[in-house]
């Protein structure tokens, strides 16, 4: 089954103690993203990868780091996590940086930091 | 500073009627505009879109009328059904922007009594 895959679905952690969300996509997709949705903002863009070793800043990337090493991985990091980034992450893939066939979604990771 | 603005934040529709939700835009680059629906604990999926050369488009229950003069477009629900209850957003892109980025609306939650 083609699919984004986030772990964990679920975490609560502490002010300052570093975590890695994964994603994988097993769609052979150039494309990844990662966003963050709060209610009423809608889904922001924090970080996004055209392709292999090759990453760039969206629209709130403050906080937030990412990798791409593997095609089809594409891990969120946060160095030292703050409660203003308790949200709901989402990553996202598509097949090309300009293809319209849509992105398809992870179902999410749902952070809180205490 | 939202470059789309989503409205209502929520609405709810009696089954069998029509679920109308709004959405304007300001940058004049936009060249395409998808609409994602997202259900509880899943990641939005790709529901219908719409380039600006034409004015309607429509897929099953699902219509999208675009408006290019006054930089807005809608999603209709015709015959809402129970199943059609979840969260709402329109998005817009453009070839232009940098990494393909999805710009999202701040979203709808549309419930659809029985």
């Known amino acids: 089954e083609a699919q984004v895959t986030q772990n964990p679905r679920y975490l609560i952690t502490v002010t300052g103690k570093k975590l890695t969300v994964t994603c994988s996509q097993n769609?052979?997709?150039?494309?990844m993203s990662w966003y963050r949705q709060d209610p009423g903002l809608g889904l922001r863009q924090i970080y996004y990868?055209?392709?292999?070793?090759?990453?760039d800043k969206g629209d709130v990337p403050e906080g937030y780091k990412v990798s791409r090493k593997e095609k089809r991985n594409f891990p969120l990091i946060l160095e030292s996590p703050s409660p203003n980034q308790t949200s709901l992450y989402f990553c996202?893939?598509?097949?090309?940086?300009?293809?319209?066939?849509?992105?398809?979604f992870g179902s999410g990771t749902r952070l809180t930091v205490v | 500073q939202q470059q789309v603005k989503q409205s209502p934040q929520s609405l709810i529709v009696q089954k069998g009627g029509i679920s109308i939700i709004n959405c304007a835009y300001e940058n004049t680059a936009f060249d395409y505009f998808p609409w994602y629906q997202q259900f509880p604990g899943k990641g939005p999926a790709l529901l219908i879109a719409?380039?600006?050369?034409?004015s309607e488009k429509k897929e099953g229950r699902f219509t999208i009328s675009f408006n290019k003069s006054a930089k807005q477009f809608s999603l209709h629900i015709m015959d809402s059904q129970p199943g059609d209850s979840a969260t709402y957003f329109c998005?817009?892109?453009?070839?232009?922007?940098?990494?393909?980025?999805?710009?999202f609306g701040g979203g709808t939650r549309v419930l659809v009594k029985p």
């Open positions: 990868s055209m392709n292999v070793e090759v990453t």
């Open positions: 996202a893939s598509s097949l090309s940086a300009g293809s319209r066939s849509g992105y398809t």
């Open positions: 769609m052979n997709h150039e494309y």
């Open positions: 998005a817009a892109s453009s070839y232009k922007a940098a990494g393909n980025k999805l710009t």
């Open positions: 719409i380039r600006p050369d034409v």
